[in-house]
């Protein structure tokens, strides 16, 4: 297993719409437990393939208190939303240090095949399923900050760029 390097806004990979995953192999295989080894590593709950520069729909999401219940996701689509929604904090791997308010579905029904192949409906309400829907968005080339004003928006990029130039300064 090995970290991997995970994609910052404002890069424009991640903005790449991914493609369906073809067949569940080797290299899948040990790209789940590379994301899910890395997922945990930065102390997120979710991470979709498109953040570490894999444009394929594939998701590992681990919502848990305990953070032992990877949830693998291949080739997600979602099925249902429920009407009601709410808006909370929402953070990313991909935009470090950032958090705001998003307004997202409360429930949602997800198909995807799951890590050994199996298609799976999942039905998930509250942070999983603000988790889903955020991760399902990376997969089509959304950060969650598109949700925010155009102001919120460049301010973020600014402060991120400006935080990997002083990055690559040290």
Known sequence: MALLT????????????AKPVAALDARISALIADMLETMYDASGIGLAATQIDVHERLV?????EDRDQPLVLINPEIT???????KGEEGCLSVPGIYDGVERA???KVKAMDAK?????IEAEGLLAVCIQHEL???????FVEYLSPLKR?????????ALR???DD
């Open 6 to 17: 995970i994609l910052r806004y404002p890069d424009p990979k991640l903005h790449t719409v």
């Open 60 to 64: 590992v999401i681990d919502t848990s």
């Open 80 to 86: 249902w939303v429920g009407d009601e929604r709410v």
């Open 106 to 108: 409360t429930q949602v």
């Open 117 to 121: 192949g199996q298609v799976r409906t």
């Open 137 to 143: 968005d990376h997969l089509m080339g959304k950060v």
């Open 154 to 162: 460049n301010r973020i990029k600014t402060k991120l760029i400006k």
């Open 166 to 168: 002083d990055e690559e």
